[in-house]
């Protein structure tokens, strides 16, 4: 069974840095197109950034373009998600998910949420 873990996060005030971590387990992460995720309470979870297995390919949702990073090291087997200038709105419960079916290629939609496996999450917190 594939695990998928997240790491970091935590309280930071806006306009900080953060960085999340994820790692998989239990499969072949370098065959996996990863995704990150938020949610709030109240609020449908969405995507925020994806990225393909090869590391060819990523997409934002438009409200963190130009703040967050997407990168991955396939030799690591580890995606890490860069997030700087940090918003209050940015608070929210953050997600790794991993699939191995087609996924984050030429389109994204953050309303896609058909990943395989998922991760328990991992809070961020941005202070005004």
């Known amino acids: 069974q594939v695990e998928v873990v997240e790491s970091g996060g935590g309280l930071v005030q806006a306009g900080g840095s953060a960085r999340l971590s994820c790692t998989t387990s239990g499969g072949h992460f370098e065959d996996f197109n990863m995704g990150w995720f938020r949610q709030t309470p109240g609020i449908e979870r969405e995507g925020v950034a994806c990225?393909?297995?090869?590391?060819?390919?990523?997409h934002y949702v438009d409200s963190v373009k130009g703040r967050f990073t997407v990168a991955r090291d396939n030799a690591k087997k580890i995606v890490t998600l860069q997030m700087d200038n940090l918003k209050p709105e940015d608070t929210a419960r953050y997600f790794c998910?991993?699939?191995?079916?087609?996924?984050?290629?030429?389109?994204?939609?953050?309303?896609?949420?058909?990943?395989?496996?998922w991760g328990k999450g991992t809070e961020v917190t941005v202070s005004s």
């Open positions: 998910a991993a699939t191995p079916y087609d996924y984050c290629r030429r389109s994204y939609s953050p309303h896609d949420q058909s990943m395989e496996y």
């Open positions: 990225i393909r297995w090869n590391g060819d390919t990523t």
